[in-house]
């Protein structure tokens, strides 16, 4: 493999995500072991075996390890991360002092563990031995968070428990959050003896969800389902126009499926599709910034997106699924505008595609057959779902044996059907001509692969009328076992229908690749473990003191209120955090922070910004900072295995993910594109348009569309792009989006508006801290018919009206808008808190009506370019 520098890509993988440190003898079987233990303990707490085991011999301690089990991973993560992330350089041994850390760590973590009973007596009124416990438990963990993933995010955790210590020495700081400062007993206790701060959220997510999604990609990988994934993406797209760099899109939006890690992803499908991008044309940067916007974007794929779902679902509160719905249709269009972006480099450098044998696949046909893939599974759920249906009053709650059975039946037939073709091996790409494989025994070589990814989406999304959807924990273990089925049965299956005599060498080889799983997956987990325990410091800091009352007073004070100044701020803080944290622990934190002051200013601003977008919002840019320059390691990555300069990799993949950089704009102007409150055929409808205008502004920045674009033709390409993704804008400015009222009229139109019918409330009254007059809009759909007060009551608002309007009483604890009124305006001072109008929404032409003028100009500009094309633009 190429080197930059002195590191290759394997040694960034190493140093960045499992550990750089290589020993032998028993200080490796020790690591080794470590692993595997941490990963069969993880499979064993999903399943029901605690329960089962605990009520067999009354022993309470199995039933006793699941609700401990975040003590228990955080001792794991932190063991392996002394143990593997050398500190000082010692990376052929383990020196004394990590054998100390070890200890220590292990302690600190167990430590809360055999004494639950006692901490538990004494919540709050912390023992001398809990506070040293927690003093090396949180010392432990720094070092571990340093050695893995290196200095930034120790530096902002000591930033936030400094702020802990010595907020209360600020007057500013006293006066804005009323936070008086902490005792270093007091400090220890909230951050390590409870689960406000490093035992939080984040750290209970990274136990029940992340890790077995982190398992069940490591041991499809070593099963070698990582590779089938790289072959058919060859296969599929590497004839065409610069299809090497196509492949890599496909291959790596795959593997990212069920990767959490951007590095990771460079280097698993890199090492096969640079070389081959170089082969056929692409300069090193750019090949490499094609592998590195395609590894990094891996993370928008559902259903781990980098870990980040997960977090989703306990921070927003709601349902997986919800996220997935959200996050789909903005991945999807990513991608495909990612692959355009690659033919429209390959276009501008007349590069053609790989050979290959039999009959050529077009691009109509590698459409139909996409398309041809999601009917099947479409057909195959639903088969499936009417079997149950069919069997059920047959077999109460006994039907999944049949779908227990469907499922055998058809691994081993795929099975047998792969046993017909030669076995999807990896190539060397730097060896000789490489030509692109045929796709049919390629894909039917391995299709068996493609099942453990079906009973992870079919227990995720997929409902019957028996069957609720099982939680993400529950699904990843079911799909992570069936991928432990395949990866030990699946090589002397194969063996035995060819009628080969090595089917005992082939299982042994199998049960290999599984124990590689399960030590890689434990080795993926370190990274993440420590990163989410160091994470819950920063959310441990925000409960203790309202930190994110200071950093919100200051954005929105350097943003003079307005939101898109604020959006450019929030999307700058992320890149910067995430030039040196890992994407969860930028997402954990960026959004704890920001998240609300993006909701508060859109709110003051009119714009009533659901709380998944904003979260989106910040995912999206904490990714973009895996490729940016001059840390971003992604390209470091590639850089190894391209021989390109890691500098101008990073910054051409920044370049080609500007695209992504745009996506999330769009999640907080124009909601539809998350399929909030969107049905199916609008869905279809939004997608097509925000598909036909993502490739629009790929070709804007590309300068290149059916011939070289001149200045004013990508100025036009941008408006239309505007009014693609934007029409709502220029239909304001025809039409206002809103009747007002004020007064004793705005509550008879409260009163006589249709249930379910949003009605927008401007809020108005001085500032709880600062005493000045403040306004802020709150989104209500009346269900309740009768008066206003009946319908304005379920949200916990009470109105009277008298000369100074319609004055808004202080809200109950535990209503709607409680904490964002209470905590907000200040309901006893002489200046009272009113409602000063409502906004229904006016009737008006549909928006979609300014999509005619864009296709327009649109059309305008394919005839100037048409007559000056070079080549056909496909």
Request: proline letters at 5%; glycine letters at 10%.
């Amino acid at each position: 493999m190429s080197v930059t520098g002195e590191r290759t890509a394997d040694d960034l993988v190493a140093e960045a995500d499992t550990g750089a440190r290589n020993v032998a003898g028993f200080q490796q079987r020790l690591i080794v072991g470590i692993c595997i233990v941490w990963s069969l303990f993880q499979l064993y707490i999903a399943s029901s075996l605690p329960g089962v085991l605990g009520q067999a011999t009354g022993v309470s301690l199995f039933a006793n390890v699941v609700a401990q089990a975040r003590y228990i991973h955080l001792a794991f993560a932190l063991t392996l991360a002394h143990l593997a992330f050398p500190l000082f350089g010692h990376k052929n041994r383990i020196p004394v002092y990590d054998w100390v850390l070890v200890a220590l760590s292990v302690a600190a973590c167990l430590y809360l563990i055999l004494y639950r009973f006692e901490i538990a007596q004494r919540p709050g009124l912390w023992s001398t031995t809990d506070v040293v416990m927690s003093g090396i438990g949180m010392a432990a963990l720094l070092v571990a968070v340093y050695r893995s993933l290196g200095l930034p995010l120790v530096v902002i955790a000591s930033v936030f428990l400094s702020l802990a210590f010595f907020g209360g020495y600020s007057e500013w700081i006293r006066n804005l959050t009323n936070y008086g400062g902490s005792s270093f007993t007091k400090a220890m206790g909230h951050y390590w003896m409870q689960t406000e701060g490093v035992f939080g959220v984040a750290l209970g997510v990274s136990t029940t969800m992340i890790f077995l999604f982190v398992l069940f990609g490591a041991i499809l990988d070593k099963a070698g389902g990582g590779n089938w994934f790289i072959k058919v993406a060859i296969a599929l797209l590497g004839a065409l126009r610069g299809g090497p760099a196509k492949a890599s899109v496909l291959s790596s939006m795959m593997t990212g499926m069920i990767s959490g890690s951007s590095i990771a992803n460079t280097v698993t499908t890199g090492t096969f599709t640079i070389p081959l991008m170089r082969k056929i044309g692409f300069p090193a940067e750019k090949a490499g910034a094609v592998e590195v916007a395609s590894s990094t974007n891996g993370q928008l794929t559902p259903p781990v997106m980098g870990a980040a779902a997960f977090l989703m679902v306990e921070y927003v509160n709601i349902p997986y699924i919800e996220v997935i719905k959200h996050a789909f249709l903005p991945a999807v269009i990513s991608y495909i505008a990612l692959l355009y972006i690659v033919h429209l480099e390959s276009l501008k450098m007349g590069l053609t595609g790989l050979k290959k044998p039999g009959r050529q696949i077009g691009v109509a046909m590698i459409l139909i057959l996409f398309l041809s893939g999601f009917l099947l599974v479409a057909a195959a759920a639903w088969i499936m779902v009417a079997i149950r249906a069919l069997l059920e009053p047959v077999m109460p709650d006994q039907s999944i044996l049949a779908s227990l059975a469907i499922l055998a039946v058809a691994y081993v037939a795929l099975v047998w059907v792969a046993s017909r073709y030669p076995d999807v091996k990896p190539d060397d790409p730097n060896e000789g001509v490489v030509e692109a494989p045929r796709l049919t025994p390629t894909l039917m070589g391995g299709a068996y692969y493609a099942l453990p990814i079906l009973v992870l989406v079919w227990n995720l999304m997929i409902r019957t009328d028996d069957l609720d959807r099982l939680s993400p924990a529950l699904s990843a273990f079911w799909a992570a076992v069936m991928m432990i089925i395949v990866a030990l049965t699946h090589r002397p299956l194969k063996a035995l229908f060819r009628g080969e005599h090595h089917a005992t060498s082939e299982a042994v080889a199998g049960f290999q690749d599984f124990v590689l799983g399960l030590i890689m997956g434990a080795r993926n987990m370190i990274s993440i473990g420590v990163a989410t325990g160091a994470a819950g410091i920063i959310v441990g800091t925000i409960s203790l003191t309202g930190a994110h009352q200071i950093i919100g007073q200051v954005i929105e004070t350097v943003s003079g209120g307005n939101l898109m100044i604020l959006l450019v701020l929030v999307a700058v803080l992320s890149l910067i955090l995430g030039m040196g944290l890992p994407t969860t622990a930028n997402y954990i934190v960026v959004s704890s922070l920001m998240a609300p002051v993006i909701v508060t200013v859109g709110a003051q601003a009119g714009l009533i910004v659901p709380l998944i977008a904003v979260h989106m919002f910040v995912f999206y840019f904490g990714i973009l900072a895996d490729d940016t320059p001059p840390v971003g390691l992604a390209a470091y990555a590639a850089a190894a295995i391209s021989q390109g300069d890691p500098i101008k990799t990073g910054i051409q993949g920044f370049s080609y993910d500007i695209r992504t950089a745009l996506l999330p704009f769009l999640f907080i102007f124009n909601t539809d594109l998350l399929l909030i409150d969107v049905g199916l055929v609008k869905g279809v409808f939004v997608f097509f348009v925000s598909l036909l205008a993502m490739l629009l502004f790929a070709a804007s920045t590309q300068g290149y569309f059916i011939a070289k674009s001149r200045w004013y033709e990508t100025v036009a390409l941008l408006l239309v792009v505007f009014m693609l993704f934007r029409p709502g804008f220029f239909l304001d400015q025809v039409e206002p989006p809103y009747r007002t009222y004020s007064g004793g009229e705005a509550l008879d139109q409260i009163a006589a508006s249709a249930a379910g019918a949003p009605v927008r409330l401007t809020i108005s009254g001085p500032d709880f801290d600062t005493g000045r007059i403040a306004e802020t809009t709150l989104l209500i759909t009346p269900e309740a018919d009768g008066d206003a007060a009946a319908r304005l009551d379920p949200y916990g608002l009470t109105v009277f009206e008298d000369e100074a309007g319609l004055v808004l009483e202080e809200p109950f604890p535990g209503t709607p808008f409680f904490e964002q009124l209470a905590n907000g305006y200040d309901f006893y001072g002489d200046t009272p808190v009113t409602i000063r109008q409502i906004a229904l929404e006016a009737e008006r032409m549909p928006k979609e009506v300014f999509f005619l003028p864009a296709l327009l100009i649109l059309a305008g500009i394919v005839a100037l370019q048409w007559r000056r094309r070079l080549q056909a633009p496909f």
